[in-house]
């Protein structure tokens, strides 16, 4: 570990701690989304927030992104965005009497990409994001462009209203490290949004972290030890999702890996330097609730994909 990386190792405590200071200042409650959030951030993955109208879903994406420093930028997604509405295009422009090509970067050059209502752009806008998602570049025409680092896609989608809207590929989810459930804040958190939001003017908050220092952290995360025991822990886990009862299609490999490094963020964030069976099944829901696909007969009966996920922790006792 180099003398640079062994002083934010040793700032990453104070960094974390003011990191949800600031975030709390504007978002009220919601504490399991946060942490979740900064895991998808601190493993170097993209994240799929789902809630119900109302619930700070952009709000926490863009002050995430205001409290680390980073290049924001926010799509919203309509059924008529077109794919280079995204990732931009190739103009001419004239100069001087002669004419030349300039490419003009779309909203996905940023450090975070909020994709809002994902779920509402054509599934040939959709895909826009996907070489993007994987190889962090763009390629238009036949030049190819590199996004900066870091780079995150924060897609957010409403679960209630599906007129209209154009359901995710798998392929297009299995590239999200998370899914992400907001809930309906509790009767204390809803007087406190009441006092933030009518009475004063709205909280701001302040850069925490420098862009060099996102990335540090990054490094960092993945130096993170983790057992022989854990990743057999998670390859199994993840392989059972393809041969449990009601699961027509399980986790892909991502999954594992993805299982991994959100255990590994998750320990770093809390301030251990190792990761636990804990971390493994808390991350097992937003890790795999959006990669297994239920079968006709289970989605008929009720079940859920969260359950399947209970069901198997249980099974394999993690």
Same mark, same amino acid.
């Given at each position: 570990m180099t003398e640079d990386l062994k002083e934010i190792y040793s700032a990453a405590p104070g960094i974390f701690q003011r990191l949800g200071g600031e975030i709390d200042k504007v978002i009220v409650g919601q504490k399991v989304?946060?942490?979740?959030?900064?895991v998808a951030i601190l493993a170097g &993955?993209?994240?799929? *927030?789902?809630?119900?109208?109302?619930?700070?879903?952009? $709000?926490?994406?863009?002050?995430?992104?205001? !409290?680390?420093?980073?290049?924001y930028s926010r799509i919203q997604c309509t059924p008529d965005l077109m794919p280079a509405d995204i990732t931009g295009t190739t103009i001419i422009e004239e100069t001087d009497g002669s004419k030349m090509f300039r490419f003009e970067e779309g909203p996905v050059f940023a450090n975070i990409v909020l994709a809002d209502e994902?779920?509402?752009?054509?599934p040939k806008?959709?895909?826009?994001?996907?070489?993007?998602?994987?190889?962090?570049?763009?390629?238009?025409?036949?030049?190819?462009?590199?996004?900066?680092?870091?780079?995150?896609?924060?897609?957010?989608?409403?679960?209630?209203?599906?007129? &209209?809207?154009?359901? *995710?590929?798998?392929?297009?989810?299995?590239?999200?490290? $998370?899914?992400?459930?907001?809930?309906?804040? !509790?009767?204390?958190e809803e007087l406190e949004?009441?006092?933030r939001y009518t009475v004063s003017s709205?909280?701001?908050v302040q850069k925490v972290v420098t862009?060099?220092?996102?990335?540090?952290?990054?490094?960092?995360?993945?130096?993170?030890?983790?057992?022989?025991?854990?990743?057999?822990s998670a390859a199994n886990l993840v392989l059972t999702t393809r041969q449990w009862e009601g699961v027509q299609y399980g986790a892909s490999p991502r999954a594992t890996?993805?299982?991994?490094?959100?255990a590994k963020a998750r320990a770093f964030l809390n301030g251990r330097n190792y990761a636990s069976k804990e971390d493994l099944h808390v991350m097992a829901y937003p890790i795999l609730r959006h990669r297994i696909i239920l079968s006709f007969e289970a989605e008929r009966k009720g079940l859920t994909r969260d359950q399947v996920v209970t069901d198997i922790l249980k099974h394999l006792n993690l």
């Amino acid at each position: 570990m180099t003398e640079d990386l062994k002083e934010i190792y040793s700032a990453a405590p104070g960094i974390f701690q003011r990191l949800g200071g600031e975030i709390d200042k504007v978002i009220v409650g919601q504490k399991v989304a946060i942490e979740q959030l900064l895991v998808a951030i601190l493993a170097g &993955g993209h994240a799929l *927030l789902e809630s119900n109208p109302g619930l700070a879903k952009t $709000l926490l994406v863009k002050t995430t992104a205001a !409290t680390m420093g980073l290049d924001y930028s926010r799509i919203q997604c309509t059924p008529d965005l077109m794919p280079a509405d995204i990732t931009g295009t190739t103009i001419i422009e004239e100069t001087d009497g002669s004419k030349m090509f300039r490419f003009e970067e779309g909203p996905v050059f940023a450090n975070i990409v909020l994709a809002d209502e994902i779920n509402r752009a054509s599934p040939k806008t959709q895909s826009a994001l996907l070489e993007a998602m994987q190889e962090k570049q763009v390629t238009v025409g036949n030049k190819t462009y590199q996004l900066d680092r870091p780079f995150f896609i924060l897609a957010t989608q409403n679960p209630i209203e599906m007129e &209209g809207t154009f359901p *995710l590929p798998e392929a297009q989810l299995d590239r999200f490290l $998370l899914k992400i459930f907001m809930d309906y804040p !509790t009767f204390e958190e809803e007087l406190e949004i009441l006092d933030r939001y009518t009475v004063s003017s709205e909280p701001t908050v302040q850069k925490v972290v420098t862009k060099e220092e996102v990335i540090a952290l990054q490094q960092l995360c993945r130096q993170i030890p983790v057992s022989d025991e854990l990743k057999k822990s998670a390859a199994n886990l993840v392989l059972t999702t393809r041969q449990w009862e009601g699961v027509q299609y399980g986790a892909s490999p991502r999954a594992t890996i993805g299982l991994i490094l959100s255990a590994k963020a998750r320990a770093f964030l809390n301030g251990r330097n190792y990761a636990s069976k804990e971390d493994l099944h808390v991350m097992a829901y937003p890790i795999l609730r959006h990669r297994i696909i239920l079968s006709f007969e289970a989605e008929r009966k009720g079940l859920t994909r969260d359950q399947v996920v209970t069901d198997i922790l249980k099974h394999l006792n993690l």
